[in-house]
Nanobody, 126 residues
């Protein structure tokens, strides 16, 4: 059974940093794109960042570019999201995700992804 388990969320002041982790189990995703999405209350789930299998190609939403960094450790079947200069508008539940396809295209639409974690809450206070 495939499982994605996020961790590292919490409460932080504006300007602070957090590092999210997502560990996959049940199968290896070393050849798959991994991504992070987030969903704030009353809003749709939105793409945050994605990374190809090698880590050589990454993509970010405009709202986090320059502040967040996605990385992965294929040996640990884990993807990370380093978040710096956090803003109150970054407050959301953050989800990691991946898909069955081996395409290395970093998709920004949630329906393109097949497996999702349960999410981890990030709250940024002003």
């Amino acid at each position: 059974q495939v499982q994605l388990v996020e961790s590292g969320g919490g409460l932080v002041q504006a300007g602070g940093s957090l590092r999210l982790s997502c560990a996959a189990s049940g199968r290896s995703f070393r050849w798959n794109v991994l991504a992070w999405f987030r969903q704030a209350p009353g809003k749709e789930r939105e793409f945050v960042a994605g990374i190809d299998w090698s880590g050589g190609s990454t993509g970010y939403s405009d709202s986090v570019k320059g502040r967040f960094t996605i990385s992965r450790d294929n040996g640990k079947n884990t993807v990370y999201l380093q978040m710096t200069s956090l803003k109150p508008e970054d407050t959301a539940v953050y989800y990691c995700t991946t898909r069955q396809s081996l395409s290395q295209q970093i998709e920004i639409f949630s329906y393109k992804y097949d497996y999702w974690g349960q999410g981890t809450q990030v709250t940024v206070s002003s």
